[in-house]
């Protein structure tokens, strides 16, 4: 089972606990925007196989949204964060790094 | 290749089994080829084999990482029904449904196509609206469903509880001509098939890299070295987002965990499937007795071919009040299998932005009974560049906002 940390209110929360919510720092678009960007805000994922930023809520908890860094092929935790910031901070890009030395973040 | 017979049975018999022939060659890579389908999964080895059958095109590999119908074509709980709202689903379904009759003739190896019939529970109103819906649909594309009452569904199924306290049986949606296949049968007898035209099916080979030059395709890099072709078809599931960043293209995908599990070999008690989409669960019972029961898909992505407890527990939970005997039946294996989901639960079958490159994908939770169908259509596709079958399930689809809502119809889609 997966177990997260949520960094809102600090419980070790299992899945049966969480809500998934999908990748994270997508970049948001809207009207004006272009049909391609607009198409990719809406649809394309990076669905990779390995590290991966997401999106949880702390659903039968404190209710809050959090950030994840995971690995997708071994189910690996590295870090949770604030959902408040539009990229992952150093310190998470620094415990992906520790454990994943060849991983850089796709442009 | 020798046709498999009584007669053949008969002769073997008679000289201790010594004759039997190998089902599928296992040859060395070429150098080239006019076509490649990367991963030899149901879909992949049926557009193979339809490329040959349908439009003479043999000179063709089909590139397996692991062994051939080792991913979600040997997980499956291989439900066939064709039982879909929008009209372009129906068709390549129907499609599908109509060559799984005939296909243990037609690959000269038994597939075990039971149609037992498919019963889809009404357990809320809105599902009993939903699924006569469908019925009127069924009923101008041609694809034989009625809509029955819950003492039809108990006379079909005297093992349900129609007065359930919380998902009472209000009725279903039936199709008589719905119902299973050997799933591993289906990819052997293709891959039997595909061999005897000359075809390569190159198994315990990874593709790494697709190689592009001028924006179109000359080969994959594999882990036993280069291999040339102007022709790609990415056939795989749960990795097609993988293979499309090889590529260079994003697809509307993410892989996430389905799992299923059997229980314990009874005596016969049910003959035919039953699926209950409000509480996402589904049983049938296979030739060897055991009740095979899947669920719905996990939230999360993941490629590690295995699920998360709670969700096999609530779907057997939810089960166990529709059908009280299985509380007392044991699980004896458990699986799970990495399904591609796609935005708007449709699959994908599509050229792509890399010139020669094809793909065929997003079958999500429900595509093994597409195989025959989706092979006929994709082989077209990839022979002549366009196929009625395949025309509404484009990539441009997304940003045209032409979806094929089918969630919202099926609920769960198996
Ligand atoms: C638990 C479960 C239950 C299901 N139940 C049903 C059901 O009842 N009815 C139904 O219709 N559908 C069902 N499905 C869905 C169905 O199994 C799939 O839609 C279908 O089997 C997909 O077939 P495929 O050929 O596209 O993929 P697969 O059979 O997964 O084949 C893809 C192949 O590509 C290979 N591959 C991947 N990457 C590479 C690479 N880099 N190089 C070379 N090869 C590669 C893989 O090893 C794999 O063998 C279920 C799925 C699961 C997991
Ligand atoms: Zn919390």
Same mark, same amino acid.
């Given at each position: 089972?997966?177990?997260?940390?949520?960094?809102?209110?600090?419980?070790?929360?299992?899945?049966?606990?969480?809500?998934?919510?999908?990748?994270?720092?997508?970049?948001?678009?809207?009207?004006?925007?272009?049909?391609?960007?607009?198409?990719?805000?809406?649809?394309?994922?990076?669905?990779?196989?390995?590290?991966?930023?997401?999106?949880?809520?702390?659903?039968?908890?404190?209710?809050?949204?959090?950030?994840?860094?995971?690995?997708?092929?071994?189910?690996?935790?590295?870090?949770?964060?604030?959902?408040?910031?539009?990229?992952?901070?150093?310190?998470?890009?620094?415990?992906?790094?520790?454990?994943?030395?060849?991983?850089?973040?796709?442009? | 290749?020798?046709?498999?017979?009584?007669?053949?049975?008969?002769?073997?018999?008679?000289?201790?089994?010594?004759?039997?022939?190998?089902?599928?060659?296992?040859?060395?890579?070429?150098?080239?080829?006019?076509?490649?389908?990367?991963?030899?999964?149901?879909?992949?080895?049926?557009?193979?084999?339809?490329?040959?059958?349908?439009?003479?095109?043999?000179?063709?590999?089909?590139?397996?990482?692991?062994?051939?119908?080792?991913?979600?074509?040997?997980?499956?709980?291989?439900?066939?029904?064709?039982?879909?709202?929008?009209?372009?689903?129906?068709?390549?379904?129907?499609?599908?449904?109509?060559?799984?009759?005939?296909?243990?003739?037609?690959?000269?190896?038994?597939?075990?196509?039971?149609?037992?019939?498919?019963?889809?529970?009404?357990?809320?109103?809105?599902?009993?609206?939903?699924?006569?819906?469908?019925?009127?649909?069924?009923?101008?594309?041609?694809?034989?469903?009625?809509?029955?009452?819950?003492?039809?569904?108990?006379?079909?199924?005297?093992?349900?509880?129609?007065?359930?306290?919380?998902?009472?049986?209000?009725?279903?949606?039936?199709?008589?001509?719905?119902?299973?296949?050997?799933?591993?049968?289906?990819? *052997? %007898?293709?891959?039997?098939?595909?061999?005897?035209?000359?075809?390569? +099916?190159?198994? $315990? !080979?990874? /593709?790494? #890299? &697709?190689?592009?030059?001028?924006?179109?395709?000359?080969?994959?890099?594999?882990?036993?070295?280069?291999?040339?072709?102007?022709?790609?078809?990415?056939?795989?599931?749960?990795?097609?987002?993988?293979?499309?960043?090889?590529?260079?293209?994003?697809?509307?995908?993410?892989?996430?965990?389905?799992?299923?599990?059997?229980?314990?070999?009874?005596?016969?008690?049910?003959?035919?499937?039953?699926?209950?989409?409000?509480?996402?669960?589904?049983?049938?019972?296979?030739?060897?007795?055991?009740?095979?029961?899947?669920?719905?898909?996990?939230?999360?992505?993941?490629?590690?071919?295995?699920?998360?407890?709670?969700?096999?527990?609530?779907?057997?939970?939810?089960?166990?009040?529709?059908?009280?005997?299985?509380?007392?039946?044991?699980?004896?294996?458990? *699986? %799970?299998?990495?399904?591609?989901?796609?935005?708007?639960?449709?699959? +994908?079958?599509? $050229? !792509?932005? /890399?010139? #020669? &490159?094809?793909?065929?994908?997003?079958?999500?939770?429900?595509?093994?009974?597409?195989?025959?169908?989706?092979?006929?259509?994709?082989?077209?596709?990839?022979?002549?560049?366009?196929?009625?079958?395949?025309?509404?399930?484009?990539?441009?689809?997304?940003?045209?906002?032409?979806?094929?809502?089918?969630?919202?119809?099926?609920?769960?889609?198996?």
């Amino acid at each position: 089972m997966l177990i997260l940390e949520c960094p809102c209110c600090g419980v070790m929360a299992d899945e049966t606990e969480l809500a998934p919510g999908g990748e994270a720092h997508l970049k948001r678009y809207g009207p004006g925007s272009s049909d391609e960007d607009f198409e990719g805000y809406l649809f394309h994922r990076v669905n990779p196989k390995g590290v991966h930023f997401e999106r949880w809520r702390h659903a039968n908890g404190c209710g809050k949204w959090f950030l994840a860094a995971r690995c997708t092929n071994t189910l690996e935790v590295f870090a949770t964060y604030s959902a408040q910031t539009p990229e992952p901070p150093q310190h998470v890009i620094d415990a992906i790094r520790a454990k994943r030395p060849d991983w850089s973040i796709e442009a | 290749m020798r046709r498999y017979s009584a007669f053949a049975i008969a002769r073997e018999a008679a000289r201790y089994h010594q004759g039997w022939e190998r089902a599928w060659a296992s040859p060395e890579p070429k150098k080239s080829y006019d076509a490649i389908i990367v991963g030899a999964g149901g879909h992949g080895l049926a557009t193979a084999f339809y490329l040959g059958k349908n439009f003479g095109i043999t000179n063709v590999a089909v590139i397996e990482k692991g062994w051939l119908g080792g991913g979600n074509t040997g997980r499956n709980t291989t439900i066939i029904r064709s039982n879909y709202l929008q009209d372009a689903s129906a068709a390549i379904y129907e499609k599908a449904r109509g060559l799984y009759e005939t296909m243990s003739q037609d690959l000269n190896y038994n597939v075990m196509f039971s149609p037992r019939g498919v019963i889809m529970l009404a357990q809320t109103h809105h599902e009993v609206r939903g699924y006569q819906r469908t019925a009127h649909a069924n009923a101008l594309q041609g694809v034989k469903t009625e809509f029955i009452s819950p003492q039809r569904v108990k006379e079909i199924v005297p093992i349900i509880n129609l007065d359930g306290p919380r998902y009472p049986v209000l009725g279903g949606l039936w199709q008589a001509r719905g119902g299973t296949a050997r799933h591993d049968a289906v990819a *052997w %007898g293709y891959a039997r098939a595909c061999s005897d035209m000359g075809m390569d +099916i190159i198994q $315990k !080979t990874e /593709v790494t #890299g &697709v190689r592009k030059e001028n924006g179109a395709v000359v080969g994959v890099e594999t882990s036993r070295g280069f291999i040339g072709t102007k022709k790609l078809g990415i056939v795989v599931a749960g990795h097609s987002g993988v293979l499309a960043d090889m590529a260079g293209f994003r697809l509307p995908i993410e892989s996430v965990a389905l799992q299923a599990l059997v229980s314990e070999p009874i005596k016969p008690c049910m003959d035919c499937v039953v699926m209950a989409n409000t509480v996402h669960g589904y049983m049938s019972q296979s030739d060897k007795g055991e009740m095979v029961i899947g669920g719905g898909a996990d939230g999360y992505n993941n490629y590690t071919q295995r699920g998360s407890f709670h969700h096999i527990e609530e779907t057997v939970r939810a089960l166990v009040e529709t059908f009280p005997m299985i509380s007392r039946l044991k699980q004896l294996r458990q *699986w %799970g299998g990495i399904v591609d989901m796609t935005g708007d639960r449709s699959p +994908i079958l599509s $050229k !792509t932005p /890399v010139e #020669g &490159v094809f793909i065929n994908c997003g079958w999500g939770t429900g595509g093994f009974k597409a195989i025959p169908g989706s092979g006929w259509g994709f082989a077209e596709l990839m022979a002549r560049g366009y196929s009625p079958l395949t025309a509404e399930f484009g990539l441009n689809r997304f940003k045209e906002g032409r979806f094929i809502d089918e969630s919202v119809a099926a609920g769960v889609a198996h």
